[in-house]
């Protein structure tokens, strides 16, 4: 079984900055692609961004790419993001995700982590 554990998340003001970690583990794990959605508070869960394993990154708007930053460290099974400039509006819970191969579904998940942003 896959396991996928987030962290970093936390209260910061406007304008702040975090990083968020994911660390994968498992037999099986062997990801294809990793992504970091997120749900907000009444709203349904929206994709922000995904790297694959060799390194092609997608980011859902033009303002998460100027914002959000992720990256991996294959030798640790880690995917990281950076937010920077964060806004109110970026209060959510952040989840961290894997897919097996291109063109599957997001087939694991983590537990979530909180970032609330104050203004």
């Known amino acids: 079984q896959v396991q996928l554990v987030e962290s970093g998340g936390g209260s910061v003001q406007a304008g702040g900055s975090l990083r968020l970690s994911c660390v994968g583990s498992g037999r099986t794990f062997s990801p294809d692609a990793m992504a970091w959605f997120r749900r907000a508070p009444g709203k349904e869960r929206e994709f922000v961004t995904s790297i694959t394993w060799s390194g092609t990154i997608t980011y859902s708007t033009n303002s998460m790419k100027g914002r959000f930053t992720i990256s991996k460290d294959n030798a640790k099974n880690t995917v990281y993001l950076q937010m920077n400039s964060l806004k109110p509006e970026d209060t959510a819970v952040y989840y961290c995700?894997?897919?097996?191969?291109?063109?599957?579904?997001?087939?694991?998940w983590g537990q979530g982590t909180q970032v609330t942003v104050s203004s």
């Open positions: 995700t894997s897919r097996r191969a291109p063109g599957t579904a997001w087939q694991y």
